[in-house]
Nanobody, 116 residues
Framework: QVQLVESGGGLVQPGESLRLSCAAS????SNWWMRWYRQAPGKERE????????????NYADSVKGRFTISRDNSKNTVTLQLNSLKPEDTAVYYC?????????WGQGTQVTISS
């Protein structure tokens, strides 16, 4: 079955960086777009970044452009989100996602907290 396992969250100060990883299994990873979403307390889940199956195309939410970078390693079935210049408003649970055929699959999420 499809499994997504995120790691790498934590508590950092404003301006610092984090690197989130998502390990995927149960499907042919290299065939599918992958996405990172986040959900802050009291807010809807929002799309942060996406990457095409081969990694040649990426998209970002306006709020993270120039600060976050999504990448993937199809030999390791992993997708990574590099978070730089973090702001308090980036505080959220970050989720890895794949829309496999018509179904959305999610990881358990990893908490990212930015606070001084």
């Amino acid at each position: 079955q499809v499994q997504l396992v995120e790691s790498g969250g934590g508590l950092v100060q404003p301006g610092e960086s984090l690197r989130l990883s998502c390990a995927a299994s149960g499907f042919t990873f290299s065939n599918w777009w992958m996405r990172w979403y986040r959900q802050a307390p009291g807010k809807e889940r929002e799309l942060v970044a996406s990457i095409s199956s081969a990694g040649g195309s990426t998209n970002y939410a306006d709020s993270v452009k120039g600060r976050f970078t999504i990448s993937r390693d199809n030999s390791k079935n992993t997708v990574t989100l590099q978070l730089n210049s973090l702001k308090p408003e980036d505080t959220a649970v970050y989720y890895c996602n794949v829309r496999w055929w018509t179904t959305d699959y999610w990881g358990q999420g990893t908490q990212v907290t930015i606070s001084s």
